[in-house]
């Protein structure tokens, strides 16, 4: 992922095993990263059981807030494609039964969407 899409507020991918180095710990028995993407100093991560939220805190960034949402929780999603002139696309999820989305998160276009839809289509229509 490059500087200026990370500054634009753009996420980029994560390789797995960067993500079991780094978040290995918060995983259960049984549970196994999909996909995971990194925005600045925040990362979310896409499990079999549950999606992630890592959010750095602070001018340090040491106070560490760590969000589980379980697949169950959320109601809709959409992801909106980057068009010819955009440099980003867009994932927006619902959690229970709120009217504006509570999770809206913004992809450079080396992110296929579509592999994130395909992850929360998987567990979410379960």
Do not use: C, H
Not at 1 to 28: H, V
Request: hydrophobic content about 45%; charged content about 25%; cysteine-free.
């Amino acid at each position: 992922m490059g500087l200026f899409s990370a500054l634009l507020g753009n996420a980029g991918s994560i390789s797995q095993e960067t993500l079991l180095n780094e978040y290995g710990k918060l995983l259960i028995a049984d549970e196994e990263i999909e996909l995971g993407f990194k925005l600045i100093r925040d990362v979310f991560i896409f499990t079999n059981k549950r999606m992630i939220l890592i959010e750095k805190q602070g001018l340090t960034g040491s106070k560490i807030d760590y969000k589980s949402i379980t697949y169950k929780s959320i109601t809709r999603f959409s992801i909106e494609t980057a068009g010819p002139f955009d440099l980003e696309a867009e994932l927006k999820i619902w959690v229970s039964s709120e009217q504006l989305p509570s999770i809206v998160k913004q992809f450079n276009r080396a992110v296929n969407v579509y592999d994130v839809q395909k992850v929360l289509a998987t567990y979410v229509l379960k």
